[in-house]
């Protein structure tokens, strides 16, 4: 976990550029780059949750599956895995709302033409205050847009855990 910790000190807007220069040169241009950044960004609150999760099943759990002579692998499927699953969604909505941020973030070193981080961008170079208020309405309602699916696709798979 401490590699995960030091890897959320570096700023993303000093990684970006790096980011961008190292899959330029094989050749990973356009939206993949955008999409490590915003990997980048999501990948600890959604590691966080999963760790504490995965280590949130109580020692009689385990013992019981210790006692019916459960593998590994089994342990993980019928206990450690469904037992995440309260941990792993509110990280996921965290972590949508962090790679939007980092999509935007993506854009700025890049000189996109299209985007919110572009349009953001363009109307800060410009003056254009209604173009970078609705850059960030836009980017706010996306935000609680993939939120709120977030939040269904969690509400479908804990009720249907619920009931099994």
């Known amino acids: 976990l401490p590699w995960i910790v030091a890897s959320q000190s570096v700023p993303v807007l000093a990684i970006a550029p790096i980011v961008l220069v190292i899959l330029g040169s094989i050749g990973l241009t356009g939206v993949a780059p955008k ?78 033409q299209a985007g919110l981080g572009a349009r953001l961008l363009t109307g800060s170079y410009y003056g254009q205050t209604i173009q970078i208020w609705s850059a960030l309405v836009m980017s706010a309602m996306l935000g609680l847009v993939l939120t709120a699916a977030m939040a269904g696709l969690e509400h479908l798979v804990l009720r249907r855990r619920r009931q099994a």
């Open 35 to 112: 999409a490590v950044i915003a990997m980048y960004l999501s990948f600890f609150p959604v590691t966080v949750a999963m760790v504490q999760g995965l280590r949130s099943p109580q020692v009689i759990e385990t013992e019981m599956l210790h006692t019916y002579a459960a593998t590994p692998w089994q342990a993980l499927w019928m206990l450690r895995l469904p037992a995440s699953l309260p941990f792993l969604f509110p990280a996921l909505r965290i972590g949508v709302a962090a790679s939007l941020v980092g999509a935007m973030v993506a854009e700025l070193p890049t000189g996109a």
